[in-house]
Structure formats: structure tokens, C-alpha cells
């Protein structure tokens, strides 16, 4: 498979992330994503969670070559009030620790965000409390209402993750103290 250029152009000194589909990224691609990620986190990440980020659109940012940062955003369902939403649910936003505070994050986001107004009902995202900030100046919504997740043994209220859930409403309306469940997945559900 042949390498592609992910180089983020910049202009006028501001980064822009290059858009991927997990298809259509090389091995060597891949696997800098997946260990520039898990570092990024300081162990607060798993090759779980990483298979979480597969399967969609991803948002990528390098320097002469190099991975800095990384986004990925895919296709989930949530019910809410009876209804079934294409959800983009946006996976593994990081950026290396040398790279921070040089608006990194926020190309990734501009970047995850085009993918959502392009091709879903709604976006959402657990987030980490160092994030929360970021989320929210975007215009991201906290969850205040019940989560749950659609498990094998069937419906199951997900306490831990009812603060840690963020919405961005694209062409829904949504009543944020009202339940939302999500699609079942191994490891974190949300």
C-alpha cells in the first residue's frame, strides 16, 4: 500500500489536520498513531481503547514526517427517547507532549467537527477533566441526564460515565438532563 503525505499544511503558522479513513492508512501509519496515543496518555490508554478509534475518519497532524497529534471520530448509535441517532463519537484526541499548547487540539477538533456537520445527527465524546474546557468553549454540552449502555445481558445504567459524557447537537434537538444509551462495545462502553 503506498505511504501517503499526512504532513498538515500550515498557514500563516496555524496547523490544519489531514483527514484519513482508517482504510486508508498504511500499517506504519497506524501503528505511529497507536503508539503516539497510548504515550500521549501516559498510560491512561489501552490497545482497547485504540480499537475504539478504528473502523472511521481520522485527523492527523505530523511534523517533517513524524506524528504530533492525533484525532479519530466513528459511527455509534445512542437511543435517545425511543430513538436510534447516527452518532460520530469522536476517539483518541491527543497530541504529544512536546507539541502542547500550540492550538493542536484545536485543528484536530476543527477537523473531527467537519466530519460530524458532514455526516451525522450529533456528536459526543467522554471527556477527561483536563479536556473539559476545550470541549465546552467549542460549544459542547455536558450530559447531565442517566447514561446507560445496550449490554448483552440488556439494558445497564452506566453511573461512572453520567460526568464525563459531552454532546455537540448537529441536526437534532436534545434535552441533556433526559437518558441516553449507547451501542455496546468492548472495554469502556462510553
Given at each position: 500500500?503506498?505511504?501517503?503525505?499526512?504532513?498538515?499544511?500550515?498557514?500563516?503558522?496555524?496547523?490544519?489536520?489531514?483527514?484519513?479513513?482508517?482504510?486508508?492508512?498504511?500499517?506504519?501509519?497506524?501503528?505511529?498513531?497507536?503508539?503516539?496515543?497510548?504515550?500521549?496518555?501516559?498510560?491512561?490508554?489501552?490497545?482497547?481503547?485504540?480499537?475504539?478509534?478504528?473502523?472511521?475518519?481520522?485527523?492527523?497532524?505530523?511534523?517533517?514526517?513524524?506524528?504530533?497529534?492525533?484525532?479519530?471520530?466513528?459511527?455509534?448509535?445512542?437511543?435517545?427517547?425511543?430513538?436510534?441517532?447516527?452518532?460520530?463519537?469522536?476517539?483518541?484526541?491527543?497530541?504529544?507532549?512536546?507539541?502542547?499548547?500550540?492550538?493542536?487540539?484545536?485543528?484536530?477538533?476543527?477537523?473531527?467537527?467537519?466530519?460530524?456537520?458532514?455526516?451525522?445527527?450529533?456528536?459526543?465524546?467522554?471527556?477527561?477533566?483536563?479536556?473539559?474546557?476545550?470541549?465546552?468553549?467549542?460549544?459542547?454540552?455536558?450530559?447531565?441526564?442517566?447514561?446507560?449502555v445496550l449490554a448483552p445481558a440488556g439494558l445497564t445504567r452506566t453511573p461512572d460515565d453520567d460526568n464525563g459524557l459531552f454532546v455537540l447537537p448537529i441536526s437534532v434537538e436534545l434535552d441533556t438532563t433526559?437518558?441516553?444509551?449507547?451501542?455496546?462495545?468492548?472495554?469502556?462502553?462510553?
Amino acid at each position: 500500500m503506498p505511504t501517503h503525505d499526512l504532513s498538515a499544511p500550515r498557514v500563516r503558522g496555524v496547523h490544519t489536520a489531514r483527514l484519513v479513513h482508517t482504510a486508508d492508512l498504511d500499517n506504519e501509519t497506524r501503528e505511529d498513531a497507536r503508539r503516539m496515543v497510548i504515550e500521549a496518555f501516559a498510560g491512561e490508554f489501552s490497545d482497547g481503547d485504540w480499537e475504539h478509534a478504528l473502523g472511521g475518519m481520522h485527523a492527523l497532524i505530523c511534523h517533517h514526517g513524524a506524528l504530533i497529534a492525533h484525532a479519530a471520530v466513528v459511527q455509534r448509535r445512542l437511543l435517545y427517547r425511543d430513538t436510534a441517532l447516527r452518532c460520530g463519537y469522536v476517539e483518541a484526541v491527543a497530541v504529544r507532549e512536546d507539541w502542547r499548547e500550540q492550538g493542536l487540539a484545536r485543528a484536530l477538533m476543527d477537523a473531527a467537527e467537519q466530519v460530524l456537520r458532514g455526516a451525522y445527527q450529533l456528536g459526543a465524546l467522554s471527556v477527561s477533566e483536563a479536556g473539559r474546557p476545550i470541549y465546552i468553549s467549542r460549544g459542547w454540552l455536558p450530559w447531565r441526564g442517566p447514561t446507560s449502555v445496550l449490554a448483552p445481558a440488556g439494558l445497564t445504567r452506566t453511573p461512572d460515565d453520567d460526568n464525563g459524557l459531552f454532546v455537540l447537537p448537529i441536526s437534532v434537538e436534545l434535552d441533556t438532563t433526559a437518558e441516553i444509551t449507547c451501542d455496546w462495545r468492548d472495554g469502556d462502553v462510553w
